[in-house]
């Protein structure tokens, strides 16, 4: 950690330049204090090789730890994506057989009422197809959303994970900058 010269030969220059032998002699000790206390600061800043790699290897273990977080946190919103989607399927079918049964029923009746009730046929006829195609545009809304619903959690998925990747490389440049 100290830097070694010819203090013999420094003391010697400044004698043939018109200083007397105990002034170089003072000079050079001055010089080498000065030097040695300069290094000396410098080292206090300085980290060492272990500390570095140590450093190192609690930054890796941290991503590591973030990577397996993020894995984790993705299968566990597609999973209840997929439980969400199911339950929204099955209420879907199940009130596209209660559609199903009703439209059975109203036309037994109908066909039973036809010689009498043309009129409330058709009506009923109608109102029947508002509400399938109210049903169908529901559908078709509640599909939409899911649909954009998984699009905005895969974005914030890759928000998330790209916040983690600069953060990561933030700290490691950070790390890196400190050690240079």
Do not use: P
Not at 17 to 38: D, R, Y
Not at 64 to 76: A, H, Q, T, Y
Not at 132 to 143: A, C, N, P, Y
């Amino acid at each position: 950690r100290k830097v070694f010269f010819d203090t013999h030969a420094l003391v010697c220059l400044l004698e043939e330049n018109g200083f007397t032998t105990q002034q170089s002699e003072v000079i050079v000790s001055a010089l080498v204090k000065i030097m040695n206390t300069n290094l000396d600061m410098i080292y206090k800043d300085m980290v060492t090789k272990v500390q570095q790699e140590i450093a190192l290897q609690q930054v890796m273990s941290h991503i590591g730890g973030v990577k397996k977080d993020m894995i984790i946190l993705e299968k566990s919103e597609f999973s209840a994506l997929r439980s969400e989607n199911e339950k929204i399927k099955l209420e879907l079918q199940q009130i596209k057989k209660q559609v199903m049964d009703e439209i059975t029923k109203v036309r037994a009746d109908n066909k039973l009422n036809l010689n009498l009730e043309k009129s409330r046929v058709k009506e009923l006829h109608a109102q029947q197809d508002r509400a399938l195609t109210q049903t169908d545009r529901k559908i078709d809304t509640e599909v939409a959303d899911l649909k954009t619903m998984l699009e905005t959690h895969k974005l914030d998925n890759i928000k998330y994970l790209a916040g983690s990747v600069f953060t990561c490389l933030t700290v490691a440049l950070g790390f890196y900058r400190l050690w240079r």
